[in-house]
Protein backbone atom coordinates (compact mmCIF):
# COMPACT_ATOMS: atom_id res chain seq x y z
CA UNK A 1 0.00 0.00 0.00
CA UNK A 2 0.74 3.16 -0.61
CA UNK A 3 -0.54 6.50 1.80
CA UNK A 4 -0.81 9.40 0.05
CA UNK A 5 -0.02 12.34 2.90
CA UNK A 6 -0.69 16.28 2.27
CA UNK A 7 -0.11 17.83 4.95
CA UNK A 8 2.39 16.72 7.75
CA UNK A 9 2.29 17.83 11.31
CA UNK A 10 5.54 16.71 12.63
CA UNK A 11 5.86 17.19 16.61
CA UNK A 12 9.28 18.16 18.14
CA UNK A 13 10.24 19.13 14.54
CA UNK A 14 12.71 21.56 16.50
CA UNK A 15 14.79 18.96 18.42
CA UNK A 16 17.68 16.85 17.21
CA UNK A 17 16.01 13.89 14.84
CA UNK A 18 12.84 16.68 13.93
CA UNK A 19 15.40 18.43 12.47
CA UNK A 20 16.99 16.00 10.47
CA UNK A 21 13.48 14.92 9.49
CA UNK A 22 11.97 18.08 8.41
CA UNK A 23 15.22 18.49 6.48
CA UNK A 24 15.77 15.40 5.29
CA UNK A 25 11.72 14.81 4.01
CA UNK A 26 12.04 18.42 1.97
CA UNK A 27 14.18 16.71 -0.43
CA UNK A 28 12.54 13.64 -1.16
CA UNK A 29 10.77 13.54 -4.08
CA UNK A 30 7.26 12.25 -1.99
CA UNK A 31 7.77 15.07 0.45
CA UNK A 32 4.32 16.19 1.56
CA UNK A 33 2.88 19.61 0.38
CA UNK A 34 3.27 21.36 3.79
CA UNK A 35 5.15 20.53 6.81
CA UNK A 36 3.94 21.99 10.24
CA UNK A 37 6.30 21.77 13.21
CA UNK A 38 4.30 21.82 15.96
CA UNK A 39 7.27 22.34 18.93
CA UNK A 40 7.27 23.99 22.66
CA UNK A 41 11.20 24.67 22.22
CA UNK A 42 12.48 23.59 25.52
CA UNK A 43 15.90 23.57 25.97
CA UNK A 44 16.25 20.83 23.62
CA UNK A 45 14.70 22.74 20.95
CA UNK A 46 16.13 25.01 18.49
CA UNK A 47 14.79 26.62 15.44
CA UNK A 48 18.31 28.28 14.18
CA UNK A 49 18.51 24.95 12.78
CA UNK A 50 15.82 25.34 10.16
CA UNK A 51 16.11 28.78 9.50
CA UNK A 52 17.38 28.30 5.81
CA UNK A 53 14.46 25.67 5.27
CA UNK A 54 11.89 28.26 6.58
CA UNK A 55 13.73 30.79 4.00
CA UNK A 56 13.49 28.20 1.28
CA UNK A 57 9.63 26.78 1.75
CA UNK A 58 8.24 30.03 2.77
CA UNK A 59 4.55 28.25 1.77
CA UNK A 60 5.32 24.76 2.55
CA UNK A 61 7.23 25.02 5.99
CA UNK A 62 5.01 26.43 9.00
CA UNK A 63 6.37 26.29 12.32
CA UNK A 64 3.97 26.68 15.55
CA UNK A 65 5.49 27.95 19.01
CA UNK A 66 3.08 25.35 21.15
CA UNK A 67 2.81 22.94 24.15
CA UNK A 68 1.71 19.62 22.86
CA UNK A 69 -0.16 19.50 26.23
CA UNK A 70 -2.48 22.23 24.78
CA UNK A 71 -5.39 20.36 23.43
CA UNK A 72 -7.02 23.74 22.00
CA UNK A 73 -3.58 24.63 20.38
CA UNK A 74 -3.55 21.16 18.73
CA UNK A 75 -6.77 20.93 17.25
CA UNK A 76 -6.46 24.49 16.12
CA UNK A 77 -3.09 22.69 13.91
CA UNK A 78 -4.94 20.42 12.81
CA UNK A 79 -8.24 22.31 11.65
CA UNK A 80 -6.34 25.07 10.16
CA UNK A 81 -3.25 23.43 8.14
CA UNK A 82 -5.91 20.59 7.00
CA UNK A 83 -3.23 17.92 8.89
CA UNK A 84 -4.09 14.57 7.10
CA UNK A 85 -0.80 12.72 9.52
CA UNK A 86 0.73 13.04 12.41
CA UNK A 87 4.69 12.43 13.09
CA UNK A 88 4.80 12.46 16.70
CA UNK A 89 8.82 12.84 18.26
CA UNK A 90 7.97 15.06 20.44
CA UNK A 91 9.19 14.34 24.57
CA UNK A 92 11.49 14.69 26.71
CA UNK A 93 14.19 12.88 25.92
CA UNK A 94 17.62 13.03 27.98
CA UNK A 95 17.77 9.61 30.20
CA UNK A 96 20.03 11.53 32.95
CA UNK A 97 17.40 14.31 32.70
CA UNK A 98 14.60 12.36 33.76
CA UNK A 99 16.77 10.36 36.45
CA UNK A 100 17.04 14.02 38.41
CA UNK A 101 14.00 15.65 37.33
CA UNK A 102 10.93 13.14 35.89
CA UNK A 103 7.71 15.32 36.06
CA UNK A 104 8.73 17.32 32.83
CA UNK A 105 8.82 13.60 31.17
CA UNK A 106 5.59 12.49 32.66
CA UNK A 107 3.76 15.69 31.45
CA UNK A 108 4.94 15.58 27.66
CA UNK A 109 5.39 12.09 26.96
CA UNK A 110 2.31 10.75 28.43
CA UNK A 111 0.08 13.72 28.49
CA UNK A 112 1.18 14.99 25.66
CA UNK A 113 0.83 11.68 23.57
CA UNK A 114 -2.27 11.06 25.02
CA UNK A 115 -3.20 14.92 24.30
CA UNK A 116 -2.27 14.56 20.37
CA UNK A 117 -4.23 10.95 20.61
CA UNK A 118 -7.30 12.62 21.75
CA UNK A 119 -7.26 15.33 19.22
CA UNK A 120 -6.55 12.96 16.11
CA UNK A 121 -9.73 10.51 17.14
CA UNK A 122 -11.31 13.58 16.85
CA UNK A 123 -10.34 14.42 13.47
CA UNK A 124 -11.28 10.61 12.32
CA UNK A 125 -12.35 12.10 9.13
CA UNK A 126 -9.53 13.55 8.11
CA UNK A 127 -6.12 11.98 9.55
CA UNK A 128 -4.91 9.35 7.91
CA UNK A 129 -2.01 8.13 10.00
CA UNK A 130 -0.97 9.07 13.41
CA UNK A 131 2.99 7.72 13.54
CA UNK A 132 4.42 7.46 17.09
CA UNK A 133 8.40 8.31 17.16
CA UNK A 134 9.37 5.74 20.09
CA UNK A 135 12.54 4.05 21.32
CA UNK A 136 14.49 0.22 22.06
CA UNK A 137 14.71 1.76 25.60
CA UNK A 138 11.16 0.13 26.64
CA UNK A 139 12.40 -3.47 26.64
CA UNK A 140 14.76 -2.52 29.35
CA UNK A 141 18.19 -4.20 28.90
CA UNK A 142 20.13 -7.07 27.35
CA UNK A 143 22.68 -9.24 28.75
CA UNK A 144 25.84 -10.11 26.61
CA UNK A 145 23.98 -12.17 23.62
CA UNK A 146 20.54 -11.51 21.69
CA UNK A 147 18.11 -8.71 20.51
CA UNK A 148 15.06 -7.08 21.02
CA UNK A 149 12.38 -8.04 18.37
CA UNK A 150 9.34 -6.54 18.34
CA UNK A 151 7.45 -9.08 20.88
CA UNK A 152 10.31 -8.78 23.33
CA UNK A 153 8.19 -7.48 26.40
CA UNK A 154 8.26 -4.22 27.89
CA UNK A 155 10.67 -3.80 31.16
CA UNK A 156 11.16 0.10 30.86
CA UNK A 157 14.48 0.87 33.80
CA UNK A 158 14.65 4.90 33.41
CA UNK A 159 11.92 7.13 33.69
CA UNK A 160 12.53 8.67 30.30
CA UNK A 161 11.97 4.87 29.28
CA UNK A 162 8.55 4.67 31.79
CA UNK A 163 7.25 7.59 30.19
CA UNK A 164 8.07 6.13 26.32
CA UNK A 165 6.44 2.85 27.21
CA UNK A 166 3.02 4.40 28.57
CA UNK A 167 3.23 6.12 25.46
CA UNK A 168 3.00 3.46 23.51
CA UNK A 169 0.92 1.27 25.44
CA UNK A 170 -1.67 5.04 24.50
CA UNK A 171 -0.71 4.52 21.03
CA UNK A 172 -1.92 1.03 21.11
CA UNK A 173 -4.74 1.50 22.71
CA UNK A 174 -6.48 3.91 20.33
CA UNK A 175 -5.43 1.79 17.66
CA UNK A 176 -7.44 -1.23 19.48
CA UNK A 177 -10.39 0.89 20.85
CA UNK A 178 -10.90 3.68 18.40
CA UNK A 179 -9.40 1.94 14.76
CA UNK A 180 -6.87 5.40 15.16
CA UNK A 181 -4.80 4.62 12.09
CA UNK A 182 -1.31 4.38 13.76
CA UNK A 183 2.14 3.18 13.41
CA UNK A 184 5.13 2.41 16.14
CA UNK A 185 8.75 2.84 15.51
CA UNK A 186 10.96 1.48 18.68
CA UNK A 187 14.69 2.89 17.34
CA UNK A 188 17.90 2.64 18.78
CA UNK A 189 20.57 5.30 19.73
CA UNK A 190 20.70 7.80 16.89
CA UNK A 191 23.62 10.49 15.90
CA UNK A 192 24.41 13.18 13.65
CA UNK A 193 24.07 16.52 13.14
CA UNK A 194 22.04 18.91 15.44
CA UNK A 195 22.18 17.06 18.48
CA UNK A 196 21.87 18.44 21.25
CA UNK A 197 25.47 18.24 23.55
CA UNK A 198 24.22 16.73 26.45
CA UNK A 199 23.86 13.54 24.57
CA UNK A 200 26.90 11.17 24.23
CA UNK A 201 28.39 11.83 20.95
CA UNK A 202 27.99 15.71 20.39
CA UNK A 203 29.09 16.30 24.35
CA UNK A 204 32.05 13.97 23.62
CA UNK A 205 33.20 16.07 20.37
CA UNK A 206 32.49 19.16 21.63
CA UNK A 207 34.10 18.59 24.82
CA UNK A 208 37.11 17.02 23.06
CA UNK A 209 37.45 19.94 20.62
CA UNK A 210 37.38 21.94 23.86
CA UNK A 211 40.53 19.94 25.72
CA UNK A 212 37.64 19.49 28.54
CA UNK A 213 37.25 16.07 30.33
CA UNK A 214 35.04 13.32 28.60
CA UNK A 215 32.90 11.71 30.99
CA UNK A 216 32.72 7.96 30.53
CA UNK A 217 30.08 6.30 33.18
CA UNK A 218 31.30 2.67 35.30
CA UNK A 219 33.48 0.81 33.64
CA UNK A 220 32.79 2.15 29.78
CA UNK A 221 31.59 -1.29 28.34
CA UNK A 222 27.80 -0.54 28.13
CA UNK A 223 26.98 -1.02 24.60
CA UNK A 224 24.46 0.98 21.67
CA UNK A 225 23.36 0.40 18.86
CA UNK A 226 24.48 3.16 16.59
CA UNK A 227 22.24 4.37 13.72
CA UNK A 228 22.86 7.68 11.81
CA UNK A 229 19.82 9.90 12.35
CA UNK A 230 18.87 10.04 8.37
CA UNK A 231 18.78 6.42 8.27
CA UNK A 232 16.18 6.81 11.00
CA UNK A 233 14.45 9.38 9.23
CA UNK A 234 14.03 7.02 6.03
CA UNK A 235 12.64 4.34 8.24
CA UNK A 236 10.01 6.59 9.46
CA UNK A 237 9.08 7.76 6.18
CA UNK A 238 8.52 4.05 4.79
CA UNK A 239 6.58 3.20 7.72
CA UNK A 240 4.28 6.19 7.07
CA UNK A 241 3.97 5.46 3.56
CA UNK A 242 3.60 2.23 3.21
CA UNK A 243 3.03 -0.06 6.50
CA UNK A 244 -0.76 -1.04 7.57
CA UNK A 245 -2.05 0.94 10.68
CA UNK A 246 -1.29 -1.27 13.92
CA UNK A 247 2.16 -2.40 12.87
CA UNK A 248 5.13 -1.86 15.03
CA UNK A 249 8.28 -1.89 13.87
CA UNK A 250 11.82 -1.94 15.44
CA UNK A 251 14.57 0.18 13.52
CA UNK A 252 18.28 -0.23 14.50
CA UNK A 253 21.90 0.51 12.97
CA UNK A 254 23.39 -3.29 13.47
CA UNK A 255 26.01 -1.23 14.85
CA UNK A 256 26.92 -2.26 18.53
CA UNK A 257 29.63 -0.24 20.87
CA UNK A 258 30.83 -0.19 24.03
CA UNK A 259 30.87 3.64 24.72
CA UNK A 260 34.54 3.61 25.63
CA UNK A 261 35.29 2.77 21.63
CA UNK A 262 32.99 5.36 20.72
CA UNK A 263 35.04 7.71 22.60
CA UNK A 264 37.97 6.53 21.75
CA UNK A 265 37.01 6.65 18.09
CA UNK A 266 36.16 10.06 18.50
CA UNK A 267 39.29 11.29 20.45
CA UNK A 268 41.06 9.59 17.39
CA UNK A 269 39.55 11.32 14.55
CA UNK A 270 39.70 14.89 15.82
CA UNK A 271 43.34 14.31 16.99
CA UNK A 272 43.67 13.51 12.94
CA UNK A 273 41.28 16.49 11.73
CA UNK A 274 41.33 18.88 14.32
CA UNK A 275 43.63 21.66 15.69
CA UNK A 276 45.55 19.86 18.37
CA UNK A 277 45.37 20.82 22.04
CA UNK A 278 47.20 23.30 23.36
CA UNK A 279 49.47 21.02 24.93
CA UNK A 280 50.10 18.77 22.36
CA UNK A 281 48.76 15.75 23.83
CA UNK A 282 46.45 13.41 22.55
CA UNK A 283 42.62 13.79 23.22
CA UNK A 284 42.15 10.32 24.89
CA UNK A 285 44.13 11.61 27.73
CA UNK A 286 40.94 13.67 28.58
CA UNK A 287 38.73 10.54 29.11
CA UNK A 288 37.65 10.22 32.87
CA UNK A 289 35.99 7.43 34.29
CA UNK A 290 32.89 8.64 36.66
CA UNK A 291 30.06 7.29 38.74
CA UNK A 292 27.71 5.38 36.73
CA UNK A 293 23.91 6.50 35.85
CA UNK A 294 21.54 4.59 38.42
CA UNK A 295 19.56 1.93 36.63
CA UNK A 296 21.94 2.35 33.69
CA UNK A 297 21.01 -0.47 30.77
CA UNK A 298 23.73 -2.63 30.56
CA UNK A 299 23.09 -3.16 26.59
CA UNK A 300 20.83 -2.72 23.87
CA UNK A 301 20.62 -4.30 19.98
CA UNK A 302 17.83 -4.89 17.48
CA UNK A 303 16.72 -7.15 15.81
CA UNK A 304 15.41 -4.74 12.59
CA UNK A 305 14.64 -7.69 10.34
CA UNK A 306 11.08 -6.89 9.96
CA UNK A 307 11.17 -3.62 8.86
CA UNK A 308 14.23 -4.88 6.36
CA UNK A 309 11.88 -7.64 5.18
CA UNK A 310 8.48 -5.97 5.37
CA UNK A 311 9.63 -2.16 3.71
CA UNK A 312 12.69 -3.22 2.35
CA UNK A 313 14.80 -0.56 5.00
CA UNK A 314 18.37 -0.54 5.77
CA UNK A 315 20.19 1.60 6.63
CA UNK A 316 22.35 3.45 4.27
CA UNK A 317 25.42 4.57 6.48
CA UNK A 318 27.94 1.95 7.93
CA UNK A 319 29.03 3.32 11.58
CA UNK A 320 32.44 4.49 9.56
CA UNK A 321 30.85 6.56 7.05
CA UNK A 322 28.02 7.73 9.29
CA UNK A 323 30.95 8.68 12.08
CA UNK A 324 33.15 10.69 9.60
CA UNK A 325 29.85 12.58 8.13
CA UNK A 326 29.29 13.65 11.75
CA UNK A 327 32.88 14.73 12.79
CA UNK A 328 32.62 16.78 9.62
CA UNK A 329 30.18 18.35 10.58
CA UNK A 330 30.80 19.49 13.88
CA UNK A 331 33.98 20.87 13.05
CA UNK A 332 32.18 22.81 9.52
CA UNK A 333 29.69 23.50 11.88
CA UNK A 334 31.26 25.77 14.80
CA UNK A 335 28.98 28.77 14.69
CA UNK A 336 25.76 26.01 15.26
CA UNK A 337 27.92 24.55 17.86
CA UNK A 338 29.16 27.57 20.02
CA UNK A 339 25.07 28.87 19.95
CA UNK A 340 24.23 25.86 21.42
CA UNK A 341 27.12 25.66 24.17
CA UNK A 342 26.64 29.56 25.21
CA UNK A 343 22.95 29.41 25.36
CA UNK A 344 23.37 32.21 22.73
CA UNK A 345 19.53 30.14 20.26
CA UNK A 346 17.82 30.95 23.45
CA UNK A 347 18.16 34.68 23.64
CA UNK A 348 17.29 34.29 19.84
CA UNK A 349 14.53 32.27 21.19
CA UNK A 350 12.96 34.93 23.52
CA UNK A 351 13.39 37.73 20.96
CA UNK A 352 11.30 35.85 18.27
CA UNK A 353 9.04 33.82 20.45
CA UNK A 354 8.47 35.87 23.88
P1 LIG B 1 15.18 16.12 21.48
O1 LIG B 1 15.18 16.20 22.96
O2 LIG B 1 16.40 16.53 20.73
O3 LIG B 1 13.98 17.01 20.90
C1 LIG B 1 12.71 16.99 21.47
C2 LIG B 1 11.89 18.11 20.84
O4 LIG B 1 10.57 18.07 21.41
C3 LIG B 1 12.44 19.52 21.13
O5 LIG B 1 12.39 20.31 19.97
C4 LIG B 1 11.49 20.06 22.20
O6 LIG B 1 11.37 21.47 22.19
C5 LIG B 1 10.18 19.38 21.81
N1 LIG B 1 9.24 19.27 22.93
C6 LIG B 1 9.51 18.82 24.18
N2 LIG B 1 8.40 18.91 24.95
C7 LIG B 1 7.42 19.40 24.15
C8 LIG B 1 6.04 19.69 24.36
N3 LIG B 1 5.45 19.51 25.56
N4 LIG B 1 5.32 20.19 23.32
C9 LIG B 1 5.90 20.38 22.11
N5 LIG B 1 7.21 20.14 21.86
C10 LIG B 1 7.94 19.64 22.86
O7 LIG B 1 14.75 14.63 21.12
P2 LIG B 1 15.22 13.71 19.92
O8 LIG B 1 16.51 13.06 20.27
O9 LIG B 1 15.10 14.48 18.66
O10 LIG B 1 14.10 12.59 19.98
C11 LIG B 1 12.89 12.73 19.24
C12 LIG B 1 11.99 11.53 19.53
O11 LIG B 1 12.67 10.35 19.13
C13 LIG B 1 11.64 11.34 20.99
O12 LIG B 1 10.30 10.94 21.07
C14 LIG B 1 12.57 10.25 21.47
O13 LIG B 1 11.98 9.52 22.52
C15 LIG B 1 12.70 9.43 20.22
N6 LIG B 1 13.95 8.67 20.06
C16 LIG B 1 15.15 9.30 20.16
C17 LIG B 1 16.33 8.58 19.95
C18 LIG B 1 17.68 9.23 20.04
O14 LIG B 1 18.69 8.54 19.97
N7 LIG B 1 17.79 10.55 20.15
C19 LIG B 1 16.27 7.21 19.64
C20 LIG B 1 15.00 6.60 19.57
C21 LIG B 1 13.86 7.34 19.76
O1 LIG C 1 18.28 3.94 22.70
C1 LIG C 1 17.57 5.06 22.28
C2 LIG C 1 17.77 6.19 23.27
O2 LIG C 1 19.10 6.67 23.05
C3 LIG C 1 16.76 7.32 23.09
O3 LIG C 1 15.49 6.84 23.40
C4 LIG C 1 17.10 8.49 24.02
O4 LIG C 1 16.23 9.58 23.79
C5 LIG C 1 18.53 8.93 23.73
O5 LIG C 1 18.89 9.95 24.64
C6 LIG C 1 19.49 7.75 23.87
O6 LIG C 1 19.57 7.32 25.24
P1 LIG C 1 20.96 6.91 25.93
O7 LIG C 1 20.81 7.06 27.38
O8 LIG C 1 21.45 5.61 25.40
O9 LIG C 1 21.90 8.08 25.31
P2 LIG C 1 23.05 8.97 25.95
O10 LIG C 1 23.68 9.72 24.83
O11 LIG C 1 22.57 9.76 27.12
O12 LIG C 1 24.07 7.89 26.47
C7 LIG C 1 24.65 6.92 25.60
C8 LIG C 1 25.51 6.01 26.44
O13 LIG C 1 26.65 6.76 26.91
C9 LIG C 1 24.82 5.49 27.70
O14 LIG C 1 25.28 4.17 27.95
C10 LIG C 1 25.31 6.43 28.80
C11 LIG C 1 26.70 6.81 28.35
N1 LIG C 1 27.15 8.17 28.70
C12 LIG C 1 26.34 9.22 28.43
C13 LIG C 1 26.74 10.51 28.71
C14 LIG C 1 25.83 11.69 28.43
C15 LIG C 1 28.43 8.35 29.21
O15 LIG C 1 29.17 7.39 29.44
N2 LIG C 1 28.84 9.63 29.50
C16 LIG C 1 28.03 10.72 29.28
O16 LIG C 1 28.46 11.87 29.58
Redesign the pocket.
Known amino acids: MTRNIRNLLV??????????FIRWLFDQPDAPERIVN?????????PLSLLDVAEQYPDRYVFIH?????AAAVRDAIQTHRIDAIA???????VDRSIVAPD?FI???II?TYTLLEAARQHADQIRLFH??????VYGTLGPTGFFTEETPYAPNSP?SAS?AASDHLVRAYHETYHLPTTL???????GPY??PE?LIPLIILNALEGKPLPVYGDGLHVRDW?Y?TD?CAAIWQIMKHAQPGTIYN?GGRNELPNIRVVETICDLLDTHAPPLPNGAPRRSLITYVKDRPGHDRRYAIDCSKIERDLHWTPAQTWESGFAKTIRWYLDNSAWCQQVRSGEYQNWIATHYG
Do not use: R
Not at 66 to 70: E, F, G, L, R, S
Open positions: TGGAGFIGVNFDKLTYAGNADICNHFAAESHDQTNGHVSTDEYKSNCSNNYQFKLVHV
